[in-house]
């Protein structure tokens, strides 16, 4: 059974950094393309960073380019994702993703909160 676990959230200042992290199980993790998504509240759920199974990273959020970086430890089977100098605006559920055998798989994710 495919499992994914995101964890590292909190409540966080303007300006501050979150390492978020994603325990997956269930798979071989090391073969697949993994990916962050954000959900904030009355809002859709959008794609933030993507990683391939050879580590070439792709961050798809306009406004998170130039301060997010998504890794992956294949030996831990974690996925994770650095966010520095948050901003009010990325408060929201993060969760991280895979496509296998063609179905969408996510974690129940973890809430950030920017907030002064």
């Known amino acids: 059974q495919i499992q994914l676990a995101e964890s590292g959230g909190g409540v966080v200042q303007p300006g501050g950094s979150l390492r978020l992290s994603c325990k997956a199980i269930g798979f071989n993790f090391r073969e697949y393309d993994m990916n962050w998504g954000r959900q904030a509240p009355g809002e859709e759920r959008d794609m933030v960073a993507s990683i391939t199974r050879t580590g070439e990273t792709t961050v798809h959020a306009d406004s998170m380019k130039g301060r997010v970086t998504v890794s992956r430890d294949n030996v831990r089977r974690t996925l994770y994702l650095q966010i520095d100098n948050l901003e009010p605006q990325d408060t929201a559920v993060y969760y991280c993703?895979?496509?296998?055998?063609?179905?969408?798989?996510w974690g129940r994710g973890t809430q950030v909160t920017v907030s002064s």
């Open positions: 993703n895979t496509n296998y055998r063609g179905r969408s798989y």
